[in-house]
């Protein structure tokens, strides 16, 4: 056996086999001369400088500086929540730990006036000295002083819309609020006249639309968590009575208008049952189980932030807050129901059963007052400064998506088998590539199956398709395009697709019939056209609102510390520097004009018209309809409309005038509203 002996070092152990060690010498020693390098070329001028990346405490003093400056903003703590977590000790035990979190809130008069002065050069911002010049016929000076006032306070009036969502943020629930303002011709320049005024081409509806975060924090979808936060909202909605001085001198008053969002944050803010018999509509008392009932829901009535409130105070558990006011019907014994109907001057007999389904059918889906009220519900909508705010009963994002995706999952089983084929090997050449549909995705696959199914289908089949698409369609379009012949071709639309929907599916067979006809087709069928008396659908789409999640996740991933205490605050502020340096709506416009594009590919649509047969067959549903439209009956036949003998006709097509001197008058949302235009009709 060999034994190999191990030297103490290297150069030991080639010392000892005679080994050459100078050539490994990097400088030479004694009176040796330098060895000889190649000069080196030197830059002319400065030296060169190379880039290296900040350091964190270089990013984290700019971003306090700028903080300081107000160029972005942090807002203040609000709703402080106590939290338990686990930690593992040195010893490997587990130990629970309390820690809190707090939400942030940019205050509402802040962001009011920061947004005044970032769109001050869209705002028109008139001293109103040429109304002065303005006079009536009849010589009715208070008259003439009266309309004065009233156009100047138009012209220094803008109006707010609120959205909000729950969604994960770093495998966490958090709340968002998001505010915006509405375009308003009396308030904002058109974009025509920012290009004529030499400033450029400027999309002036999407700039002023543009939402901004007001409240942030860690929270999970439970209402007793959310309604924490409507204290917080009514002080900042109290300060909407502050004047913000432009500029030039003008004082601009702000009003809160519209609530965005349907589904769980429409029934959260309305106060409305979630799921069951009831529960659904925050905006009509019609039930779901009856939303496919299209005579019933034309005669729904609607409900108002005012109206259930005092619905809800009518009784006792109302009044005295049962179960803290978040459900004060639930639960309740035959005692405190043969009480409630009582108050409610109902008939107080029968079993608990029975006492509960006359209670349920009083309320419509009412379970408390809404989220604005809680905590106040003694006070009237006026004391709270809600005299105008209205939860929208249409969303157009979420409602021609969903039901565009339910109408192509059901279509398919009521075709017959050279349809399906066509159908179906159209739907999966457009969805193959796709991981996840999004709404512009399901609005282009309207169009696309609308276009190249044509020739391929049955009449009424291709008519559902036509309608569909042209819905999608009509609920884009910007507000300058409104005008009483689109409000007309809205209401004739829907409701011509929403009986094709039961002509040519009727019962599904894939679907439930409480998800095909329901949220989604009653508020396209029943809330949307009614909508589009006072504002512009487009303006209630929340494209941008919903890609903030999105935006949030990505910035908590990428730059939070991960500790729940700093998600909230480092995501405030990193969104508004990737909102200022990143134009998110050059994705939204790209994809509109692709959409747009192939619309305009379709042939044009002709005028609606309603057969004597169609007429015949769907009597009731057709008469709900006129009722509805019945402003643009009254001028007579020949304006809106024409008779024949087989066939009534509305000319509504674009190829007819937008406007007619016989009327009606296109309202607006900053003088009228749903109650106002029910009235109206």
């Known amino acids: 056996m060999i034994q190999m002996l191990v030297p103490s070092t290297k150069k030991t152990f080639l010392l000892d086999h005679n080994s050459d060690l100078s050539k490994f010498k990097q400088h030479r020693q004694g009176n040796v001369p330098p060895k000889p390098r190649r000069r080196l070329i030197r830059t002319v001028g400065s030296e060169m400088t190379v880039p290296v990346p900040r350091t964190n405490n270089s990013i984290r003093e700019e971003i306090k500086m700028r903080i300081n400056n107000g160029e972005y903003v942090l807002g203040e703590l609000i709703v402080p929540r106590k939290y338990t977590k686990f930690v593992i000790k040195e010893d490997g035990t587990l130990k629970s730990e309390c820690f809190t979190v707090s939400g942030r809130k940019i205050p509402l008069l802040e962001i009011r006036k920061r947004l005044l002065k970032k769109h001050q050069e869209l705002v028109r911002d008139d001293d109103n000295s040429h109304y002065h010049n303005l006079t009536e016929d009849e010589p009715d000076n208070n008259n003439i002083k009266v309309l004065r006032a009233k156009l100047t306070k138009m012209e220094h009036t803008k109006h707010f819309m609120v959205w909000q969502d729950n969604s994960c943020i770093l495998n966490h629930d958090h709340h968002l609020i998001m505010v915006a303002t509405m375009y308003d011709r009396a308030f904002y320049f058109t974009s025509a006249e920012i290009e004529k005024a030499g400033k450029g081409k400027l999309d002036v509806h999407n700039l002023v639309e543009t939402p901004h975060i007001y409240i942030l924090a860690r929270c999970n979808s439970s209402e007793a968590e959310k309604i924490a936060y409507s204290e917080t909202r009514r002080e900042d909605l109290a300060e909407m009575n502050v004047k913000i001085q432009t500029e030039k001198g003008n004082e601009d008053g702000d009003i809160m208008r519209f609530f965005k969002r349907v589904g769980t944050e429409q029934q959260f803010e309305s106060g409305e049952m979630k799921g069951g018999k009831s529960g659904g509509c925050g905006s009509c008392d019609a039930v779901p189980t009856r939303w496919s009932d299209l005579a019933y829901c034309f005669a729904a009535q609607h409900q108002t932030i005012e109206y259930r409130r005092q619905k809800v105070l009518a009784g006792p558990a109302g009044k005295e807050k049962r179960n ?51 905590g106040c519900q003694d006070a009237s909508h006026t004391d709270l400064n809600l005299q105008m705010y209205e939860i929208a009963c249409s969303e157009p994002l979420h409602d021609i998506k969903e039901h565009i995706k ?102 599904p067979k894939k679907l439930t019939a409480r998800k095909l006809y329901g949220k989604y087709f009653h508020s396209l069928s029943c809330h949307t056209p009614a909508l589009s008396r006072i504002v512009s659908l487009s303006t209630l789409n929340a494209k941008d609102e919903e890609r903030t999640f999105n935006a949030l996740t990505n910035i908590s991933k990428q730059t939070s510390s991960r500790r729940p205490s700093e998600i909230v605050g480092n995501s405030i502020i990193r969104y508004q520097v990737e909102c200022k340096q990143h134009d998110k ?97």
Not at 331 to 349: C, D, Q, V
Not at 417 to 422: F, G, M, N, P
Not at 482 to 505: A, D, G, K, Q, W
Not at 643 to 665: A, H, I, K, N, W
């Open 324 to 374: 803290g006011g978040l459900k004060p019907f639930h639960g309740m014994t035959a005692k405190e129901l043969t009480r409630e109907l009582k108050a409610r001057h109902l008939n107080p007999k029968g079993t608990k059963p029975v006492l509960e389904e006359r209670l349920r059918e009083e309320l419509g889906g009412i379970q408390r007052v809404p989220a604005l009220l809680s």
């Open 406 to 507: 339910n109408i192509t999952t059901e279509l398919p089983l009521h075709l017959n088998e050279d349809e399906k084929t066509a159908f179906n090997k159209h739907i999966d050449k457009a969805t193959t590539t796709k991981v996840q549909m999004r709404g512009s995705d399901y609005r282009l696959l309207a169009v696309t199956l609308c276009s190249e199914l044509r020739g391929k289908l049955r009449p009424k089949v291709q008519a559902l398709l036509d309608t569909l698409t042209e819905i999608s369609h009509l609920l884009y379009l910007m507000p300058d395009k409104r005008c009483p012949r689109l409000v007309l071709r809205t209401y004739n639309v829907t409701f011509l697709h929403s009986i094709l929907s039961e002509e040519v599916i009727g019962i």
């Open 585 to 681: 709506g050059a994705a939204i416009t790209r994809q509109q004009l692709q959409i747009s594009e192939a619309f305009r590919s379709l042939p044009e649509f002709s005028k609606t018209t309603f057969s004597k047969e169609f007429m015949l067959k769907h009597r009731s549903d057709y008469q709900g309809h006129l009722q509805r439209i019945g402003d643009y009956l009254l001028p007579g036949e020949g304006v809106w409309w024409k008779m024949t003998e087989s066939e009534v006709e509305f000319r509504d097509c674009e190829r007819e005038p937008d406007y007619r001197t016989q009327g009606p008058l296109l309202h607006h949302f900053r003088s009228s509203n749903e109650e106002k235009e029910a009235k109206y009709l």
